[in-house]
C-alpha cells in the first residue's frame, strides 16, 4: 500500500506515492477504491478503458479520479485494479478491470474529490499526491 489517510475535520484526506507519477497516481485511485468499497474485493469481470486531459498535474489527478466516480454512478462499475496507465503531457490513457456494483454491498460515502489542499509533486526521486475526497 502506497498511501496513508491523513487526519481531517469531515473529509478524507490521502497521501499517495510512487516511484514515477503513473505508480503515484495508481496509488491515489486505490486510497478513492478503499474509501468507496472498503476491504471488498471485486472481481476482475469486465475491462474499460479511459482516457483524460488537464491542464497540469493536479487537474490530470482530479480528472483521473472524477473518472472513477463517473463510472461507479453512471455505470455502475467498481474497479478492481488498473491494468495500466500512462501519461504523457497531461494527457492520460488507462486501462482498468472491474465488476458491476450491483454484485456487492458497500457504502459510497465519496460524493466529490476536491481541489482542497491537493498536489502533485516530485520530492527526493518519488512523487507524492495528495488528496481530499467530499463525502
Same mark, same amino acid.
Given at each position: 500500500?502506497? /498511501?496513508? +489517510? =491523513? *487526519?481531517?475535520?469531515?473529509?478524507?484526506?490521502?497521501?499517495?506515492?510512487?516511484? !514515477?507519477?503513473?505508480?503515484?497516481? %495508481?496509488?491515489?485511485?486505490?486510497?478513492?477504491?478503499?474509501?468507496?468499497?472498503?476491504?471488498?474485493?471485486?472481481?476482475?469481470?469486465?475491462?474499460?478503458?479511459?482516457?483524460?486531459?488537464?491542464?497540469?498535474?493536479?487537474?490530470?489527478? /482530479?480528472? +483521473? =479520479? *472524477?473518472?472513477?466516480?463517473?463510472?461507479?454512478?453512471?455505470?455502475?462499475?467498481? !474497479?478492481?485494479?488498473?491494468?495500466? %496507465?500512462?501519461?504523457?503531457?497531461?494527457?492520460?490513457?488507462?486501462?482498468?478491470?472491474?465488476?458491476?456494483?450491483?454484485?456487492?454491498?458497500?457504502?459510497?460515502?465519496?460524493?466529490?474529490?476536491?481541489?482542497?489542499?491537493?498536489?502533485?509533486?516530485?520530492?527526493?526521486?518519488?512523487?507524492?499526491?495528495?488528496?481530499?475526497?467530499?463525502?
Amino acid at each position: 500500500m502506497s /498511501y496513508r +489517510f =491523513l *487526519e481531517h475535520m469531515a473529509d478524507v484526506k490521502f497521501r499517495a506515492e510512487g516511484p !514515477t507519477i503513473e505508480k503515484a497516481f %495508481i496509488s491515489a485511485a486505490d486510497a478513492l477504491n478503499e474509501t468507496i468499497r472498503g476491504d471488498i474485493k471485486i472481481l476482475e469481470q469486465q475491462e474499460k478503458s479511459f482516457e483524460i486531459e488537464g491542464k497540469d498535474a493536479e487537474s490530470l489527478l /482530479y480528472n +483521473f =479520479l *472524477e473518472e472513477f466516480l463517473f463510472l461507479l454512478d453512471a455505470e455502475d462499475f467498481l !474497479t478492481a485494479r488498473i491494468k495500466s %496507465i500512462s501519461i504523457k503531457q497531461n494527457k492520460l490513457s488507462c486501462i482498468i478491470v472491474g465488476d458491476n456494483a450491483e454484485h456487492y454491498k458497500f457504502t459510497n460515502d465519496v460524493k466529490a474529490v476536491t481541489y482542497n489542499d491537493m498536489f502533485v509533486r516530485e520530492e527526493n526521486g518519488k512523487f507524492i499526491c495528495q488528496v481530499v475526497l467530499d463525502v
